[in-house]
C-alpha cells in the first residue's frame, strides 16, 4: 500500500510562497496525488490533485517528480488564512474499488 | 449550495447504545464514503459505496456497517458502540470521472463513547 510521509510542522511568512513536501516513494501508475488542507476539526477542503504533470490552480500549485515518489505543494503568496494543516494523499478510484491514504498532515503557521 | 451534510455534529453517548449517524449530499455523486480522525493517525476510511446497494470495507470496517438504499444517503450505523470508537468522523462524496474527481468533505461529527 502506498504511504506518504509529511513534516509535521512548517512556518511561512505572510505573503511568501509556501513549499509542502510529500513523500510517496511507494505510489502505484495509477494512484493520484491530492492535497487538502484542515482548518482546526472542519471537514478537509481540497486543493488540488494530480497523477503525473503538474498542476496549478487558483489556489496552488502541484509539483510531481518525474519518478512520481515525491511532490510539493506550492501556495505561491501565503496569508494568514492559510494557516491549517495541509495533508498529503494517495487515492485510487477504479470501477468499484477505492482505496484512500492520508499522511499524518503538516502544520503550516504562516507568520505576519 | 453544493454539500455534504452529517447529523448529529456531536453525540456523547454510552457503550452498547445502538447509534446512526446520518450523511446526505446534494450533488449526485455516486462515491460516497465514511472517515475517521484519531489523533496521530491522520484520516482512515471505515467504509465506501460506489453506488446504490454497493458498498466496500476500507481500511478499519471493524464494528461499523453502512447501507446505500438512496443516491444521495449514506448512513454510518454502530451496533453495539465501544469507547474505542470515540473519534471524529468525516463523510465524503465524489462523481467518479476519468481523472479521479476530488472528494467533498462534510463538517463531522464527533462521538464520545463512555
Known amino acids: 500500500d502506498a504511504k506518504t510521509t509529511q513534516p509535521p510542522s512548517m512556518d511561512c511568512a505572510e505573503g511568501r510562497a509556501a513549499n509542502l513536501p510529500c513523500n510517496h516513494s511507494?505510489?502505484?501508475?495509477?494512484?493520484?496525488v491530492y492535497w487538502y488542507r484542515q482548518i482546526h476539526s472542519q471537514g478537509p477542503q481540497y486543493i488540488i490533485h494530480?497523477?503525473?504533470n503538474n498542476e496549478t490552480n487558483e489556489m496552488a500549485s502541484l509539483i510531481i517528480t518525474e519518478d512520481r515518489k515525491s511532490s510539493t505543494l506550492i501556495l505561491p503568496h501565503a496569508t494568514l488564512r492559510d494557516t491549517a494543516v495541509y495533508y498529503c494523499?494517495?487515492?485510487?478510484?477504479?470501477?468499484?474499488?477505492?482505496?484512500?491514504?492520508f499522511g499524518t498532515g503538516t502544520k503550516l503557521q504562516v507568520i505576519p | 449550495e453544493a454539500q455534504v451534510t452529517q447529523n448529529p455534529r456531536y453525540l456523547i453517548t454510552v457503550t452498547g447504545k445502538k447509534l446512526t449517524v446520518t450523511c446526505s449530499q446534494n450533488?449526485?455523486?455516486?462515491?460516497m464514503s465514511w472517515y475517521r480522525q484519531d489523533p496521530g493517525l491522520g484520516l482512515r476510511q471505515i467504509y465506501y459505496?460506489?453506488?446504490?446497494?454497493?458498498?466496500d470495507k476500507g481500511d478499519v470496517p471493524e464494528g461499523y456497517k453502512v447501507s446505500r438504499k438512496e443516491k444521495r444517503n449514506f448512513p454510518l450505523i454502530l451496533e453495539s458502540p465501544s469507547p474505542n470508537q470515540t473519534s471524529l468522523y468525516f463523510c465524503?462524496?465524489?462523481?467518479?470521472?476519468?481523472?479521479?474527481?476530488?472528494?467533498?468533505f462534510g463538517d463531522g461529527t464527533r462521538l464520545s463513547i463512555l
Open positions: 465524503a462524496s465524489s462523481l467518479v470521472g476519468g481523472d479521479n474527481q476530488p472528494q467533498h
Open positions: 511507494t505510489i502505484s501508475g495509477n494512484e493520484y
Open positions: 494530480g497523477l503525473k
Open positions: 494523499i494517495v487515492r485510487v478510484v477504479f470501477g468499484g474499488y477505492q482505496k484512500v491514504t
Open positions: 450533488m449526485n455523486h455516486e462515491y
Open positions: 459505496s460506489m453506488n446504490v446497494e454497493v458498498t
